[in-house]
């Protein structure tokens, strides 16, 4: 471990080199470890203020974030859309210069626009953590993804991981494509082409809209969820549809390798993207993923917010 | 406060050989057999790095004496440190490992340097977290003075007089890959 964290700010995992991403997954095997004593708090950011600010409703970010900011000793404030005061015309810059001015350490911010944690990050002293961006980043989330592959599998580097699903509208998506590639996995994005632009393959991963293809040789399956609140009807070809080409049915779960691991961000649509039965099989590691988001997350706010300003 | 340990410019004088280390430990380990009947019940916590490598032969200088092993441990203390934010450089956190329970254990905390007394500090409120041993007591190989907090060693390789502006070097085999040896550094 030569690297040393210099950022005060993780907005997405785009501009992280290999070696901060591996850094902060070294770190975060130290948190996991504190979740497993007795007392399980650490004084590591006593006296640092957080603030949850989530203009796009959340609860498990937020509440994994919360959790993690509390194991760490930092006192905690929750703020949503509708109880600041974004809804009755503050801009999003002056609510959080109050934020500031109340002397917060650290503003987790989730936000529908892409580009607002970054516009907050050169604008405050305090440490700003993305917590999803509109359709952009979302690096927490896929820090917790490679964790536990990483985890799991022993190493990164090498593995044939599938994204499917809305990858369109995904900043899970996004953020893992960032991550896998930089740790050296070969990614390969399913679903129907109204959801995959082409413009992915840029990036350097592959694209099929064939699932029983990708499903023999994949190591990870990451699923995404189908997002209806997001959906417009022109994207997409109707539940039954999708269930019948893209969804991880049990059949289906059949072509996987025995050791596949099978991923989703939840909240998981049960019967849409994946049958129960494999979300609550052998290949899932669907929980493990909650319990890593949580050392991920301790990790990330001690690096962000321990270093001095 | 743990010293940096850089190689400086200034004069350093050889303090320790690997042997002087050999023979500090193995009393240590001794002193330890002596004041602690129940071995079984002893577990040696190594501060990272060169704690935990300490600790590693102690525990086999114990079995060469009492053919006991002795359990040891990983207790680190960089996320229980009183001044996270007022450093330019943040620790490195590593994973602790302790045997439990700590209930009714000797919990024997292993350091290569004690200097303010603040890392040993920070290992005691990290070691309470994991449980509540019978009784924690503190080894180390050098002493050298100027504690900040009522600390005091059960165990001391040697007594080496500093000022504050002196650098304790420790190096050992497994942890630095250069030969054993503990200099002093002028500045």
């Not at chain 2, 003075?145 to 050992?172: A, C, F, M």
């Amino acid at each position: 471990m030569s690297t040393r964290w210099t950022r005060k700010d993780l907005l997405g995992l785009r501009e992280l080199s290999a070696d901060e991403i591996n850094f902060i997954l070294e770190t975060a095997d130290a948190f996991k470890q504190v979740g497993t004593r007795e007392i399980k708090k650490v004084p590591a950011l006593r006296g640092k203020t957080l603030v949850n600010f989530f203009v796009e409703p959340s609860t498990r970010t937020r509440t994994s974030f919360e959790l993690a900011a509390l194991r760490l000793s930092a006192d905690v404030i929750n703020l949503s859309a509708s109880s600041s005061s974004l809804t009755k015309g503050e801009t999003l810059k002056d609510t959080a210069r109050n934020l500031e001015a109340l002397h917060a350490d650290i503003l987790v911010l989730r936000h529908s626009s892409a580009g607002a944690p970054q516009f907050l990050a050169n604008r405050l002293k305090a440490s700003v953590i993305n917590a999803g961006d509109g359709a952009h980043e979302h690096p927490t989330q896929a820090l917790l993804d490679l964790y536990t592959i990483r985890e799991k599998r022993g190493n990164i580097a090498g593995l044939s991981v599938a994204i499917l699903g809305d990858i369109l509208f995904s900043r899970v998506a996004r953020s893992n494509i960032f991550g896998l590639l930089k740790l050296g996995a070969h990614v390969t994005l399913v679903g129907p082409s109204t959801l995959i632009p082409r413009e992915f393959e840029k990036l350097g991963v592959q694209v099929s809209h064939k699932i029983d293809e990708v499903l023999p040789n994949a190591d990870v399956v990451n699923l995404l969820r189908i997002q209806h609140e997001r959906q417009r009807r022109e994207y997409f070809p109707g539940i039954g549809e999708y269930i019948r080409l893209f969804g991880l049915t049990k059949e289906r779960a059949k072509l996987l390798k025995p050791d596949c691991l099978i991923m989703h961000p939840g909240p998981i649509n049960r019967g849409v993207e994946i049958d129960s039965v494999v979300a609550d099989g052998l290949h899932s590691v669907i929980l493990d993923q909650v319990t890593n988001g949580l050392a991920v997350r301790m990790a990330v706010l001690y690096l962000c917010g321990g270093i001095s300003a | 406060m743990k010293q940096a340990r850089q190689k400086t410019s200034g004069a350093a004088v050889l303090t320790m050989d690997a042997a002087a280390i050999d023979r500090a430990l193995r009393r240590i380990a001794h002193e330890i057999v002596e004041r602690n009947p129940q071995l079984t019940h002893v577990v040696l916590a190594g501060i990272p790095s060169r704690g935990v490598e300490i600790a590693q032969r102690i525990a086999s200088f114990i079995h060469e004496i009492e053919n006991v092993d002795v359990e040891t441990g990983v207790i680190d203390v960089a996320m229980h440190r009183d001044d996270v934010g007022t450093r330019s450089e943040l620790p490195i956190v590593r994973e602790s490992r302790l045997p439990l329970p700590l209930e009714k254990r000797t919990v024997i905390v292993v350091d290569d340097v004690l200097y303010t007394g603040r890392t040993v500090r920070a290992a005691m409120d990290a070691i309470s977290s994991f449980g509540r041993p019978a009784r924690i007591q503190l080894a180390v190989l050098i002493d050298r003075g100027h504690r900040e907090l009522p600390i005091r060693p059960d165990y001391v390789g040697k007594n080496l007089p500093t000022s504050g502006s002196e650098k304790v070097q420790v190096q050992l085999q497994e942890t630095d890959h250069e030969p054993d040896e503990v200099r002093l550094e002028k500045q």
